[in-house]
């Protein structure tokens, strides 16, 4: 059972998180033209969604949203299972000259950052790759930082950040644990 020990978010602080990033998006690309969100397997898929539900509704322009998976460019494949679960990448248009907003839920180490970057690149070359996140929580180990954050949540390397959204987890929140076990050197 997860011992909570803090409530950082709910549902309307983080509908609020996501109104405000899709407006920082389309005003630092000045508009929409050649913009790709593309959600990193899982969560950033639906936070990718919403963004780009968002800018349809202020721009008045629907993006084109799709999912990375990352799974064989993670640093520690090895260390996670000896027969990984792939799921599909899926990008609608090729990502060459187009501007590419990564969407992830939480930054931490930065290495699923890197290894999404891998991903990108065996793609395509796009114009620019910026990150978006809804929760940084700090203790990077890789010099990535993300162009826009949701909220900044220092933690210690001992408490887990937990990211739940409706469409995997039924309820919208963010929750801050503390992990028994001693830090891994996970992604």
Known sequence: MLKIKAQVMDEENIRRAL????????ERNKGTDDLILVGIRTRGVP?????????REHEGVSLPVGMLDITFYRDDLS????QPVLHR???PVKINNKKIILIDDVLFTGRTVRAALDALMDLGRAS???LGVLIDRGHRELPIRADYVGKNVPTSTREVVHVKLKESDG????????????????L
């Open 19 to 26: 109104y405000r990033l899709s407006h920082e998006i389309t």
């Open 47 to 55: 936070l990718a969604n919403r963004l780009a539900e968002f800018i």
């Open 79 to 82: 260390l996670i299972s000896s």
């Open 89 to 91: 990448t899926e990008i």
């Open 128 to 130: 620019c790759i910026q």
């Open 171 to 186: 309820e919208d929140c963010v929750v801050i644990s503390e992990n028994d076990a001693p830090p891994d050197e996970s």
